[in-house]
């Protein structure tokens, strides 16, 4: 019986609550319907990300990799039940650390971020808020909308988000912070990094042509309005 569960976050996929049960802290993570979605659609997908996420998490952790465990998973209730991390989110801090503990933090991420794509794993949404700082280590968290694939495509789009968040929230660490991260997985990447590195330039140019055109859409709408 849980002796407290109360509201911790909400994202676009899921409703976090931090649940306390014989004095230890666990997340649980409930996977949201979409209003837009079939039911049918809305029950298939629940189970398939929960299922997937879950077996990544349990994967990554099987190979050293800082995760939270996941500890029960109810696929037909889209419910996971995992680990509580203690620690704050690398976006809070990587502004006010110096040289030496960024370039720690940031290969650190570069080495996890090159396992798990070695491991055919991609994230789906790597940004500083989506990792945690805790007891001098590392976590990533938040695999919603992760998956696996062969496509180096996926892993150059992970490169890209983290890079972009970077630039836009931390532009004065943007460049350090990215070469120290790309320096440590070139060094743990399993496969051709040229290849990656060239797919995420190619992605870089796509982001910023879509940026470009959103951004005149934005303003011939204010035209218009």
Known sequence: MAERVEYFNKGAEAVLYRARV???????????????????????????????????????????????????????????????????????????????ELGMVAGDLGRQVAVMHSNRVYHGDLTLANTLYSGGRVYIIDFGLAGYSDDVEEYAIDLHLLYRNLQAMHPGIAEEFMNRFLENYKQWYSGVFEEVVKRFLEVRVRGRYVDRELRKTVMRDRYVS
């Open 22 to 100: 014989l004095g230890l802290d666990f997340i649980v993570k409930k996977r949201l319907d979409k209003p837009y979605r079939h039911e049918a659609f809305n029950k298939v997908f629940k189970e398939y990300r929960t299922r997937v996420e879950a077996r990544i998490l349990s994967h990554l952790r099987s190979i050293g990799l800082n995760v939270p465990a996941p500890l029960i998973v109810d696929v037909s209730k889209g419910i996971l039940v995992l680990e509580y991390v203690d620690g704050v989110p690398l976006s809070s801090l990587v502004d006010s650390m110096s040289r030496e």
